[in-house]
């Protein structure tokens, strides 16, 4: 069949089988199992309205067990197995092995370099351009042309990115931008940039940071708007410059959101893949936990090591889980 | 805010002139991958894309026509033709008869042959062989010819990109195969999340609190963990690799998402609305059918752009779930990255491969790009 019609006749079963589910349950509820008619007819709706929000949520929560909740608890199994040895448990060996690797230290390495760097570019940036945006007129179109890498997929922008980076031979006409200009003032070689150790990390983030810095951008400049006036107008009063509004009185008045924004940055450089896969793979040491974990699986077929790999990510997710469901609760009170 | 007394800066020209580099910093790169992919193989590879609109200089090699194709003119036997292609506009400045020596002589300048005569390129293209002896062999003359072309554009690399079948180039079959994982994945998990957040909204029943805490930690769970459990889920039930798989995948990864953005809207809506409803004899699904959804539009759009977005690009999942060996349902994210392997220096493939694939995305974006900023605040502002 071809792939459009096979994909179409999908959606139409696919989302006619969850209606249809809906539906006919409630249904069944409704007027099979407790009628709201009848000499029972109060008891009924009762019994139906305990039954129904169990309805609505089976389907998710199937889905959200089996595809979420189900593979932490196995991936930590796993972690604790050799499947060579049929999946004999192995305690701690293959944590122990791949503390032994100096791939993986390179790569919680780099981990941490990104940690450090993106959430921190992206939110400087992001905080600036939200601050300078608002003022103007045409800040509008500014702020969505900022944006737009957040529509751009990883592997689009690392292909973008790659052209930037591109170095043709010395002595011939350079067609990335990046050598033209390092060519064009300093008169040196062109530079294989995603080459050279340790910089080239450098080279991989700015790409992630030039996708973060629209969503940085977008929510700080709603914060930055809900700031009340009357404390700018107060301290402009006081004889503020703008230097000193911005940092000692927007700045801490949006501090819950810069948080936010940081520790949403930080979860998606926890499991940045795409990037580092399409650019470098992790060759001339720019590698990352999520494509080690990605090679352990998949090119040595070491299922151990990668779920040990992955519970890593997992234990430096946690503590802004944590934080998020500590929130959560505490909003909800 | 320029109401208040003393915002007005005397430095807006500055504000405006740092947001305009900022603007084409952020724009630079993607406007580099368009022009490119508008540009012809020599352009790309001679010049930068920013001289894109200038002619450029470049080193062509081409052939005489063959010697059979010559004419005797008293006692020399001439040869005589043209290299550009008609209405080239290109201006030859150096010209060479051998690789080692590709500009040796000037445009109109003689040169000699080896094996007797002489060849004379001239400035627009036109050559002239003469020897007294016949010219022999079946091929022309290699010449290496050093030109100013005219910026060119050609719509040719969109031509081979999306039509022309080649195994290797062409992106039309992982552009179905992407819109085929990528709207099932987005609708799906709508309908599945609209249920489960209008109960955790608004019907009452015990651990309600409890399953809300425990969405927005399945929020962040990294997808990594899930691939291994769930590649071997799949293997054991027989699904394997391939579209249910991803779908599935899809649906399940971004759920929490879903419910927690659904939950966070439908709990705003007024309650007089829905109490109304009930008293009037409503059922449930009455209710959540007739007055829910429509009224939750907004937030359904919302997450609608994310997953679509998020599906759409996504690399990883497909990877692990849906392509097999014989690479049939290949995507086009995974597509471009083996692009990136084999064809590393053919930038007006990539180029044009990668706009290909980022274009659907941004026509989106540019116009929902409302909801998605509102679904961004939902998600993140508390």
Not at chain 1, 309 to 329: D, G, K, S
Not at chain 2, 183 to 208: C, H, K, S
């Amino acid at each position: 069949m071809h792939p459009a019609l096979l994909g179409l006749v999908t959606i139409v079963v696919g989302v006619g089988a969850c209606v249809g589910y809906f539906y006919f349950s409630n249904i069944i509820l409704d007027k099979f199992l407790f009628p709201p008619s009848g000499p029972n007819a109060g008891r009924n709706i009762n019994r139906a309205n305990i039954v129904r929000p169990w309805l609505f949520l089976l389907p998710a929560l199937l889905a959200l067990g089996l595809y979420l909740a189900y593979p932490v608890v196995e991936t930590i199994r796993l972690s604790l197995t050799d499947r060579d040895q049929g999946g004999a448990f192995v305690g701690l060996d293959n944590y122990i092995q791949m503390a032994s690797e100096p791939k993986f230290w390179e790569a919680m390495q780099n981990n941490m370099l990104w940690l450090f760097v993106v959430p921190a570019m992206s939110t400087a940036f992001g905080l600036l351009a939200a601050q300078l945006t608002d003022r103007i007129k045409w800040g509008n179109i500014a702020k969505s042309l900022i944006f737009m890498p957040m529509a751009i997929s990883f592997v689009g922008a690392a292909v973008i990115w790659k052209l930037v980076y591109d170095a043709r031979p010395p002595g011939t006409e350079q067609i990335g931008i990046l050598n033209a200009i390092y060519v064009f003032f300093s008169g040196a070689e062109p530079q294989q940039w995603l080459t050279v150790p340790f910089w080239n990390n450098f080279f991989l983030m700015i790409v992630l940071v030039w996708i973060q810095t629209g969503f940085a951008m977008v929510i700080l400049s709603a914060a930055l708007r809900g700031i009340p006036e009357e404390t700018i107008e107060a301290a402009i009063v006081d004889g503020a410059n703008p230097l000193q509004v911005f940092f000692k009185i927007k700045v801490p008045q949006i501090m819950g959101t810069i948080v936010v924004v940081w520790t949403t940055i930080t979860i998606v450089v926890l499991k940045v893949f795409d990037i580092v896969f399409a650019m470098t793979n992790g060759q001339w040491q720019t590698q990352v936990l999520a494509n080690y974990m990605y090679d352990k699986l998949f090119r040595s077929s070491d299922w151990g090591v990668g779920s040990a790999a992955a519970m890593v990510i997992m234990l430096l997710v946690t503590p802004i889980l944590v934080w998020n469901v500590y929130n959560a609760r505490k909003e909800m009170r | 805010m320029d109401n208040i007394a003393g915002t007005k800066s005397s430095l807006k020209w500055a504000v405006h002139l740092s947001v305009a580099v900022l603007v084409a910093l952020w724009l630079f790169p993607t406007v580099g991958l368009f022009v490119s992919s508008f540009r012809t193989t020599d352009q790309i590879a001679t010049s930068g894309w920013w001289k894109a609109l200038f002619p450029s200089e470049q080193t062509e090699t081409y052939r005489t026509a063959p010697p059979s194709d010559q004419v005797q003119m008293g006692d020399l036997y001439v040869l005589e033709g043209q290299l550009f292609d008609a209405g080239s506009d290109a201006v030859v400045s150096t010209y060479g008869i051998s690789s080692r020596a590709v500009g040796a002589f000037a445009a109109g300048e003689p040169a000699e042959l080896r094996n007797g005569g002489t060849v004379t390129v001239n400035t627009d293209g036109s050559y002239r062989m003469e020897s007294a002896q016949p010219f022999e062999g079946s091929r022309g003359q290699r010449l290496f010819v050093k030109a100013k072309f005219p910026p060119e554009f050609t719509l040719q690399n969109y031509a081979t990109v999306l039509f022309s079948g080649d195994s290797t180039d062409s992106l039309a079959k992982a552009f179905f195969n992407t819109l085929t994982v990528t709207i099932p994945a987005t609708i799906i998990p709508i309908v599945v999340a609209a249920f489960a957040a209008y109960a955790l909204a608004w019907m009452d029943f015990p651990g309600r609190a409890l399953l809300i805490a425990a969405v927005v930690g399945l929020l962040v769970v990294p997808l990594q963990l899930a691939l291994i459990p769930l590649l071997k889920l799949h293997l054991s039930v027989g699904i394997g690799k391939g579209y249910l798989g991803v779908w599935m995948a899809h649906t399940g990864f971004g759920l929490p998402l879903a419910i927690y953005l659904l939950r966070n809207y439908m709990v705003g809506l007024p309650r007089d609305i829905i109490e109304n409803a009930r008293v009037d004899g409503a059922t449930e699904f009455q209710i959540f059918v007739k007055i829910i959804l429509p009224l939750s539009f907004p937030a359904l759009a919302s997450f609608a752009i994310f997953q679509f977005l998020w599906t759409w690009n996504d690399l990883l999942v497909a990877l692990v779930f849906l392509i097999d060996a014989t690479g049939e349902t290949t995507v086009m994210t995974k597509q471009i990255v083996e692009l990136l392997g084999t064809r590393g220096g053919n930038w007006e493939i990539l180029a044009t491969a990668a706009f290909v694939s980022i274009s659907v995305p941004l026509v989106v974006f540019f116009a929902m790009q409302k909801y998605l900023v509102r679904g961004l605040l939902a998600g993140s502002v508390k």
